[in-house]
C-alpha cells in the first residue's frame, strides 16, 4: 500500500535556553521555536514561565511535558507560600520541580533551567537535566542549540557581570544558537530578576546581534 503521507517517527524536539548569574540579579534567555519533526509548529513561544513573582523556569523538551509541570510548580509554590506567609526561594522551586520529574522521568522528556531571586540567596541558577538532580550553577545552558554555544559561553562568562553585561552575552549566545541549529530559531526572549523587579525583553528575528559568520 505504499508509505503514509506524513512522518511516523518521533518528533524531533530542539530549543536554545539559558541562564546566568550577574552581580545582583539574574539573566534568562531563549529562542521561541517550537517545532514538531522538520514543521514549526509556533514561530513565537514563550519558554520563559514564571512560576512565582521572581522566580522563572526555562523549558527544554516536550512542550506538553513541561507545560503540565511547570503549572504543578506553580500551584506547589502558590501553596507553600501561603504557608510561609513569605515568597519561596529559588531553591525551593528547583527541588519541587526536580521532585515531580524523578518521579515521573521514565515517561517524560524534560530538561530545565530555574532561576531567579529571593531574600535568603539573593541571585540563584539551578539546571534540571532530562532524568532529575538539582545542579546550581553560575551560567546553565540547555537545548539541541546549547551543543552550538558552548565554547562562546565558557569563553566570555565572568562572574559579577553588570546587567547590561549579562543581558548582551545571554542575548549574544541564543543569538549564535539560532544561526546555527535548525530546531532554535523566530526571535529571542529574555527576563532580568533582582531585587528591583522582573524586567522582560524581546529581540525581534531581524534585530538579532550578529557576532558569526564573519560578522
Known amino acids: 500500500t505504499g508509505n503514509p503521507p506524513y512522518p511516523t517517527d518521533d518528533p524531533a524536539l ?16 531563549a529562542d ?27 523549558r527544554s523538551g516536550s512542550a506538553a511535558d513541561t507545560q503540565a509541570l511547570t503549572d504543578y510548580l506553580k500551584l506547589y ?3 507553600h507560600s501561603l504557608d510561609l506567609e513569605e515568597a519561596p526561594s529559588v531553591q525551593t522551586a528547583a527541588h ?10 521514565n515517561h517524560l ?30 551560567y546553565s545552558i540547555g537545548g539541541s542549540g546549547s551543543s552550538y554555544i558552548y565554547g562562546y ?17 545571554v542575548k549574544n549566545a541564543v543569538s549564535l544558537a539560532i544561526a546555527r541549529d535548525g530546531s532554535s530559531g523566530g526571535l529571542i526572549r529574555t527576563v532580568t530578576i533582582s531585587a528591583d523587579g522582573v524586567e522582560r525583553e524581546l529581540v525581534l528575528g531581524d534585530k538579532l546581534p550578529k557576532i558569526g559568520f564573519g560578522q
Open 32 to 58: 521561541s521555536r517550537t517545532s514538531a519533526g522538520s514543521y514549526i509548529a509556533n514561530r513565537a513561544a514563550d519558554k520563559i514561565t514564571l512560576v512565582h513573582d521572581s522566580i522563572f523556569v526555562c
Open 96 to 105: 519541587l520541580i526536580n521532585q515531580l520529574l524523578y518521579s515521573n522521568k
Open 109 to 138: 522528556m524534560a530538561g530545565m533551567i530555574v532561576a531567579g531571586w529571593d531574600k535568603r540567596n539573593g541571585p540563584s541558577v539551578f539546571n534540571i537535566p532530562l532524568g532529575g538532580g538539582v545542579i546550581p550553577e553560575l
Open 14 to 29: 530542539g530549543t536554545t535556553i539559558m541562564a546566568v548569574v550577574y552581580d545582583g540579579g539574574v539573566v534568562m534567555g
Open 153 to 169: 559561553v565558557d569563553a566570555n562568562f565572568k562572574k559579577n557581570m553588570t546587567k547590561e553585561e549579562a543581558q548582551t552575552f
Open 77 to 79: 509554590l502558590g501553596m
